[in-house]
């Protein structure tokens, strides 16, 4: 079994407005904790794990993202990075069991339950945002400008 | 589209706009100042919204041209869009509610005029004193409500004149200068300076690169011999020892074949040094040109990064006028109900008017039933009045007779007070109300 289960949500706003996904759309009307919570899952299957140390073996190896998990003795993921052409990291959030706090999990086992928002490159958006009151339009571009602020401070950290 | 067939179009020189705003402290436009009589709180805080706005002064002589609307406000955001008519629809009045409030104001001034027109026949039948017309017994407070609103358009008007002078300006400040400005400057130069097709980035990531892992090889071969030699040396001075103490004076080939090669690698030593300080300084070298490349790489993208800083914040704030447009947006619809709601109540009172002019009809003949009802009345009383004298009469004739007949002979005690009494049996009392 894998170690690690991974969760990645687009929060790209074109994924909010495409036609199939009325009511993502409708939440861009609503308070932006509620936004935080939606966006595009995507579940990563086909996944490899390289270890600290271990030379990446196969040069052929098309890889289309690498995620970085930096993890604590006690196997809780302390950051996480990201490199990929195709979307930036916004924020993770771990879901799993930490171990050491929850002695009902057998042995040491690690449950690695990753959540990552991620944001994929922004389109051109007058051809679906036509439609849009000047409220819901507001709220799209202060979704955007909010994922661009938070990519500029992961990379001024 | 918009002010047309509305009083006072609105001003096509955002010049004249403008100035008014900068020739007044606060930021109010002479306009307000002037006064609105109906509803000044709108156009006060519609001035205000638009002071916020003051950053995005409009250049002199950068004329709006009537027709467009900031529809794109609605529809396309950084995009300059078209301008669609449903959005416009938000924005302007558009000339249907000028006109619905123009033909409401109307109506009820005909309404009004009509009653004041209208004696009221009832309050004074004789007309002796001034007759009062209909219009005196109602209510003046609203009449002149939807005339307010009217007044108040062309200011209006002008301040939406104004913020979609001011939008279109943030729009292309938006795509000349930001757009097609500061960000594609900015992604040109970040892939000159540090895109993958940039010379010295390719000198750091490949050819300085290598050229370093080569040096680091060199001196690892270097170390390496040197190590060798000492590990060599060190062999030689054990067998050496060992060779002393078994059998003197004769020593093994081992030795002497050690001997050779560290006597070889000994005369090679000073040469091996040589080149391990020549690798040393190149190293050094490189490693300062590498420093001072990279050095002039991180200087770049720190340059860059505080450009994209500098974007992101331009995009902040121009969100936050596009707020500031909702804002105002939201006081224009505000603005727009109100008309609404007084136009509802104007169209309730031209209603209420023309059922009392109705009522008052009605009421005139009320007046003329109940007229003549009073003299049908007065008319029966007197027939009745006229029967019962007669009676009344006849009765008298033979009391008379009957006491000239009787009255000697009866005591006067035997019907106390009845027997001599020429008081008629009736009286009548009655009042008909003189309508």
């Known amino acids: 079994m894998d170690p690690i289960t991974l969760c990645v949500n687009d929060k790209n706003v074109c994924q909010a407005l495409s036609p199939q996904n009325q009511s993502w759309k409708d939440s861009l009307s609503e308070s932006p904790t509620y936004r935080q919570s939606i966006g595009k899952s995507m579940f990563p299957t086909n996944i490899k794990y390289i270890f600290d140390g271990e030379e990446i073996c196969n040069k052929e190896d098309d890889a289309e993202n690498v995620i970085i998990l ?88 | 589209m918009l002010g047309r067939g509305s009083p006072g179009t609105v001003a096509g020189d955002a010049g ?13 436009p002479r306009a307000v100042q002037g006064g609105i009589p109906a509803h000044p709180e709108f156009a006060v805080q519609l001035a205000g919204l638009e002071g916020q706005m003051g950053v995005l002064s409009v250049p002199r002589g950068w004329g709006w ?27 302007c009045f558009g000339v249907r509610l000028v006109s619905d409030l123009q033909r409401w104001q109307d109506k009820i001034d005909r309404e009004v005029e009509l009653l004041d027109s209208v004696r009221n026949e009832l309050s004074s039948p004789d007309g002796t004193r001034d007759s009062a017309v209909l219009g005196d017994y109602i209510s003046r407070e609203n009449l002149d409500l939807l005339r307010g609103r009217l007044e108040e358009i062309p200011t209006v008007e002008t301040h939406i004149a104004n913020i979609t002078n001011q939008y279109r300006v943030m729009v292309r400040k938006l795509e000349e200068k930001l757009l097609q400005g500061k960000v594609r400057s900015l992604s040109k130069c970040f892939d000159r300076d540090l895109g993958i097709e940039n010379e010295q980035v390719a000198l750091l990531m490949t050819e300085y690169h290598a050229k370093l892992l080569l040096l680091e090889e060199e001196l690892v071969e270097l170390l390496q011999s040197l190590t060798d030699h000492f590990d060599k ?21 081992d030795y002497l074949e050690l001997l050779e090669v560290v006597q070889t690698d000994d005369s090679q030593l000073g040469a091996i040094t040589r080149a391990l300080c020549d690798t040393i300084d190149d190293i050094d070298a490189h490693l300062l040109q590498f420093q001072k490349l990279l050095d002039t790489k991180t200087g770049q993208l720190d340059k860059s990064l505080f450009a994209v800083q500098e974007v992101i914040l331009q995009f902040e ?18 603005f727009k109900e109100l008309c609404g709601q007084d ?49 009344q009469d006849d009765d008298f004739t033979k009391r008379t007779k009957f006491l000239e007949q009787n009255g000697n002979y009866l005591p006067e005690n035997i019907w106390p007070d009845q027997i001599d009494d020429f008081s008629p049996l009736f009286t009548l009392e009655y009042t008909i109300k003189k309508v």
């Not at chain 1, 991620?118 to 994922?147: C, G, H, M, P, W």
């Not at chain 2, 004249?16 to 109010?28: C, F, I, P």
């Not at chain 2, 529809?75 to 938000?90: I, K, L, M, P, T």
């Not at chain 2, 704030?317 to 505000?334: H, P």
């Open chain 1, 70 to 157: 930096e993890m604590s003795e006690g196997g809780q993921v302390e950051s996480v990075e990201m490199i990929s052409d195709d979307f930036e990291l916004l924020r993770f959030k771990n879901n799993g069991e930490n171990p050491l706090l929850d002695t009902t999990v057998q042995g040491n086992k690690l449950n690695i339950d990753l959540e990552l928002d991620v944001v994929s490159k922004f389109r051109e958006l007058s051809e679906i945002t036509a439609d849009l009151s000047l409220e819901e339009l507001v709220n799209v571009y202060k979704i955007q400008n909010e994922q661009l602020r938070s990519i500029y401070n992961s990379i001024m950290k």
């Open chain 2, 16 to 28: 004249t706009v403008l100035d008014a705003r900068k020739g007044d402290a606060g930021g109010v």
């Open chain 2, 65 to 91: 041209s009537a027709g467009g609307l900031p529809g794109a406000v609605c529809a396309q955001g950084w995009h300059r869009g078209e301008v669609d008519q449903g959005s416009v629809e938000c924005w």
């Open chain 2, 233 to 253: 040396c060190k062999l030689l001075l054990q067998l050496s020892a060992s060779g002393t103490e078994s059998d003197s004076g004769r020593k093994s080939t």
């Open chain 2, 317 to 334: 704030k121009n969100v936050e006028y596009l707020t500031i447009f909702q804002d105002i947006g939201q006081l224009i619809t505000n």
């Open chain 2, 343 to 391: 136009i509802q109540l104007v169209q309730g009172l031209v209603d209420f008017f023309g059922k009392y002019r109705d009522s008052y009809d009605r009421l005139l003949q009320e007046a003329q039933r109940r007229r003549q009802l009073s003299t049908r009345m007065q008319a029966t009383i007197s027939e009745c009045l006229d029967e019962l004298q007669t009676l």
